[in-house]
């Protein structure tokens, strides 16, 4: 089992940055890939970034390509994601999630998941 807690979301002007963590608990964290999904009311889940199990291997979604950035630290067991020149349209609740099998762009690919921040961003 794998508990994942999310901070850091708020509300930010556009043109901003924000920094998302997500704090994991239970074990061999450090094992699995993990990535960051958002929700926009009224819209489905969207896959953003996810990171390899030892951060060699990254892909991201078109539409923040170049302006987020996702990291970890296995020592801390936390997911990180840097979020750059947010734009109004990155506002949404933003997921972190654990996968055993390793990195994926689609959220069926995942076995554990987190609450959930609020990320908003005005005009």
């Known amino acids: 089992q794998v508990q994942l807690v999310e901070s850091g979301g708020g509300l930010v002007q556009a043109g901003g940055s924000l920094r998302l963590s997500c704090a994991a608990s239970?074990?061999?964290?450090?094992?699995?890939?993990t990535g960051w999904f958002r929700q926009a009311p009224g819209k489905e889940r969207e896959f953003v970034a996810t990171?390899?199990?030892?951060?060699?291997?990254?892909y991201y979604a078109d539409p923040v390509k170049d302006r987020f950035s996702i990291s970890r630290d296995n020592a801390k067991n936390t997911l990180y994601l840097q979020m750059n020149s947010l734009k109004p349209e990155d506002t949404a609740v933003y997921h972190c999630?654990?996968?055993?099998?390793?990195?994926?762009?689609?959220?069926?690919?995942?076995?554990?998941w987190g609450q959930g921040t609020q990320v908003t961003v005005s005009s």
């Open positions: 999630a654990a996968a055993r099998t390793g990195t994926s762009r689609y959220y069926t690919a995942y076995d554990y």
């Open positions: 990171i390899s199990w030892n951060g060699g291997i990254t």
């Open positions: 239970g074990r061999s964290f450090s094992t699995y890939a």
